[in-house]
Nanobody, 126 residues
Framework: PVQLVESGGGSVQAGGSLRLSCAAS????????MAWFRQAPGKQREWVSS????????RYADSVKGRFTIARDNAKNTLYLQMNNLKPEDNAMYYC???????????????????WGQGTQVTLSS
């Protein structure tokens, strides 16, 4: 099975940018439909964005649309989340998730995903 490891989190001021990475090992992520989720303190985990196996299709939560960009480099076995114009409400632990997919479907529910990273923290400072 694939193992996922997130990186790139940190502390950033509102209005700033961060790029999260999710490095995969143990399998090639070209077989996996991927997504980013986040969980803020005291709140349930929420879906952020999804991308199809080849990267042709993406989808975003309304709260991040126009500010975040999901991308993947299957040759590098890595998933990315570029986050711009960060807001205090983006403060959360961010997780990448994957599931084997044989088509170009997008998945949005956390129950759709079998493989998860350990998370990387994004902290917004005013």
């Amino acid at each position: 099975p694939v193992q996922l490891v997130e990186s790139g989190g940190g502390s950033v001021q509102a209005g700033g940018s961060l790029r999260l990475s999710c490095a995969a090992s143990g399998d090639t992520i070209s077989r996996y439909s991927m997504a980013w989720f986040r969980q803020a303190p005291g709140k349930q985990r929420e879906w952020v964005s999804s991308i199809s196996t080849g990267g042709a299709f993406t989808r975003y939560a309304d709260s991040v649309k126009g500010r975040f960009t999901i991308a993947r480099d299957n040759a590098k076995n890595t998933l990315y989340l570029q986050m711009n114009n960060l807001k205090p409400e983006d403060n959360a632990m961010y997780y990448c998730a994957g599931r084997i997919s044989f088509g170009s479907s997008l998945y949005l529910r956390d129950s759709d995903f079998a493989y998860w990273g350990q998370g990387t923290q994004v902290t917004l400072s005013s």
